[in-house]
């Protein structure tokens, strides 16, 4: 299974009505299972940043294969080595609220980030537009095993 462009297209404009109805301009992003760019919106208004913060929350999620929210502990626990994932990458890996990994029947297709609003709403808005979509919210808690 594949995440198409049609796919990422959906999951993009459901996730600015989304921000819209709470009164957000966002930026929002969803990058393939390899972390590669599909789409990328920045809303009217959406402050000039958060393109770039919602391709890394895409990337994050995508290439880690959890939500970033998910990826916190780690980065607490060993700060200097969460902090050299990213000069390992194509993107900076974070660990904040507001990237998801985009998963259908167990298997990773992507990621989709979000950035424009408070980590919450981000996060809240990711949730609620992927579970809309039919995509699997539940992820193992971490330990390197994929699933």
């Not at 590669?36 to 920045?42: A, G, H, K, P, S």
């Not at 999620?61 to 607490?76: G, S």
């Not at 609003?117 to 996060?123: A, C, H, K, S, V």
């Amino acid at each position: 299974m594949k995440l198409t462009l049609s796919d990422a297209s959906a999951i993009v404009d459901a996730a600015l009505r989304a921000g819209s109805s709470l009164g957000k301009a966002l930026s929002v992003a969803v990058v393939d299972a390899g972390g590669f760019l599909l789409v990328v919106t920045r809303a009217d208004g959406a402050r000039p940043l958060t393109p770039n913060i919602a391709i890394s929350k895409a990337y994050s999620a995508a290439v880690m294969e959890r939500p970033t929210k998910m990826l916190k502990p780690w980065a607490e626990s060993n700060p200097g080595f969460f902090a050299s994932l990213s000069a390992h990458a194509a993107q900076p890996i974070v660990a904040t609220e507001g990237g998801v990994t985009v998963k259908r029947d167990d298997e990773i297709l992507g990621g989709l980030g979000i950035s424009g609003g408070t980590g919450d709403e981000d996060q809240q808005i990711c949730d609620e537009v992927l579970g809309a979509l039919g995509y699997q919210l539940e992820f193992p808690a971490w330990a390197g095993v994929r699933k």
